[in-house]
């Protein structure tokens, strides 16, 4: 059987396309709207914030370059474009995923710095820090991205036929063994354990101020100071 036919029913695949559309549709329209607002509001921007608005253009990214090829396929009943553009969906739904893993934990360890400096009048983390950063996981993600087309590990069509990723039943050989690992161990593990523990500690960090500020007012005040803070 052609690997990229769909195994669902011809109304299934209507019912998903729509409900890809819509998700799509909301998708877009609400990063827009917080890149805008960031565009808006850019003079009052705290370094912090860019994070944010970059993990909003990766979602909108991925809801303009996947959507649409996703919503055509499932309402022709079989994935168009055969190997050229299950290799390009695979790719670009491996970076832009990883690129937000990647994003949520440098977020959460600038979160975490934040807390630590809570009694300093200066930011902790600078524009040009932050910008850094984000450049960091930009590369680091297209580095990861590219290694399937390069050779170590493949993609493919998944097994409803109507999506393409990693093709994780034709990874056998040791190569793909190592892909798997490093994989599962750089861009899940590591950013799991790295996001845990920054919002246990923070929240620690919370929890202990609250509790010294009970008979303290003074105290009071940078409790409230830290929540902002860390509300970026």
């Known amino acids: 059987m052609d690997s990229y036919s769909s195994r669902l029913s011809p109304a299934l695949d209507i019912g998903t396309?729509?409900?890809l559309l819509v998700v799509a549709v909301l998708s877009?329209?609400?990063n827009l709207l917080v890149i805008i607002m960031a565009f808006k509001r850019s003079s009052r921007m705290k370094p912090p914030e860019l994070l944010s608005v970059n993990l909003a253009l990766?979602?909108?990214g991925a809801a303009v370059t996947m959507y649409p090829l996703a919503v055509a396929s499932a309402w022709s009943h079989r994935w168009l474009g055969g190997d050229t553009t299950c290799v390009y969906y695979g790719l670009a739904g491996f970076f832009f995923g990883v690129a937000s893993i990647m994003n949520l934990t440098i977020l959460a360890i600038v979160?975490?710095?934040i807390s630590?400096?809570?009694q300093s009048p200066k930011e902790s983390v600078?524009?040009?820090k932050v910008k850094v950063l984000c450049l960091w996981i930009w590369v680091y993600t297209l580095l990861w991205a590219l290694f399937p087309v390069l050779g170590w590990g493949r993609y493919g069509p998944e097994l409803f036929g109507l999506s393409c990723s990693i093709a994780w039943?034709?990874?056998i050989n040791a190569g793909d063994f190592s892909f798997i690992i490093s994989l599962f161990s750089f861009n899940l593990v590591v950013p799991s354990v790295i996001i845990t523990c920054c919002y246990f500690s923070i929240t620690i960090k919370l929890w202990c101020?609250?509790?010294n500020s009970v008979n303290n007012s003074r105290h009071v005040t940078n409790i409230v100071k830290l929540h902002r803070r860390l509300l970026i």
């Open 58 to 60: 990766m979602d909108l």
């Open 111 to 113: 979160r975490f710095f």
């Open 116 to 118: 630590l400096s809570m």
């Open 126 to 128: 600078s524009w040009k």
């Open 169 to 171: 039943g034709q990874l």
């Open 17 to 19: 396309g729509c409900y």
């Open 209 to 211: 101020t609250y509790k």
């Open 28 to 30: 877009i329209v609400g």
